[in-house]
């Protein structure tokens, strides 16, 4: 097997690594707020190391240049995308969950 | 190297179905959309991948670009029009 193929499996193994997280954080985070993190955050960085891995194994062609604009509009649009939905959240009062789990189980006690 | 990029796909497409929950369950409507912005994200890797699959990646390139502006252009209007006051007033 060639180094680059090696690389490329490297690269691609630990972007779905990263986009597992992001798809578990977002059924398990308590709030909206904190949600965005796990949408925002590490599903970019996810998207971006698989698609790395397919210009390294692809080598430098006219797919790999389209490629890297897909890298760069991705990195762009997915932040922006997650902030105008918080944004929208925070115009029309969506309260954030601002409880600590000590003070939770105080109370509950 | 196909048969990595299968099984590589297979898994892609279970981690896609993860979200699902968060869009049929959400307890509000920001919660959905966030979800269905997930899945739209995770959507332009697995067809890059299945492009590669049937070696056709200069046909499936086009289409992923595609998705991906269709994808951020439908998120911007539909958060502008949620984040909209008009709606309370109906």
């Known amino acids: 097997m060639e180094i680059q193929n090696i690389f490329s499996i490297i690269l691609i193994v630990s972007g779905i690594f990263f986009m597992l997280v992001g798809s578990i954080?977002?059924?398990r985070l308590p709030d909206f707020y904190s949600r965005t993190h796990a949408v925002s955050k590490s599903d970019t960085l996810g998207i971006t190391l698989v698609i790395l891995g397919l210009i390294i194994y692809e080598g430098l062609t006219m797919n790999s240049v389209k490629l890297t604009f897909i890298v760069l509009f991705i990195a762009l649009s997915n932040p922006i995308g997650t902030h105008a939905l918080a944004r929208a959240a925070y115009k029309r009062q969506l309260k954030p969950n601002l409880k600590d789990d000590n003070q939770q189980t105080e109370s509950d006690q | 190297m196909?048969?990595?990029?299968?099984?590589?796909?297979v898994i892609l497409?279970?981690?896609i179905a993860v979200p699902l929950v968060r869009v049929v369950q959400g307890p509000t409507?920001?919660?959905r959309?966030?979800?269905t912005n997930a899945i739209a994200a995770k959507t332009i890797v697995l067809i890059c991948l299945i492009g590669?699959?049937?070696?056709?990646?200069d046909m499936f390139i086009d289409i992923t670009l595609a998705y991906a502006i269709l994808g951020f252009i439908g998120i911007m209007a539909i958060a502008k029009f949620v984040s909209s006051?008009?709606?309370?007033?109906?």
């Open chain 2, 29 to 31: 409507v920001y919660d």
């Open chain 1, 25 to 27: 954080g977002v059924i």
């Open chain 2, 13 to 15: 497409a279970i981690i």
């Open chain 2, 85 to 90: 006051k008009r709606i309370d007033d109906q």
């Open chain 2, 33 to 35: 959309l966030m979800g």
């Open chain 2, 52 to 57: 590669y699959i049937f070696d056709r990646i």
């Open chain 2, 2 to 9: 196909t048969e990595f990029f299968l099984y590589s796909t």
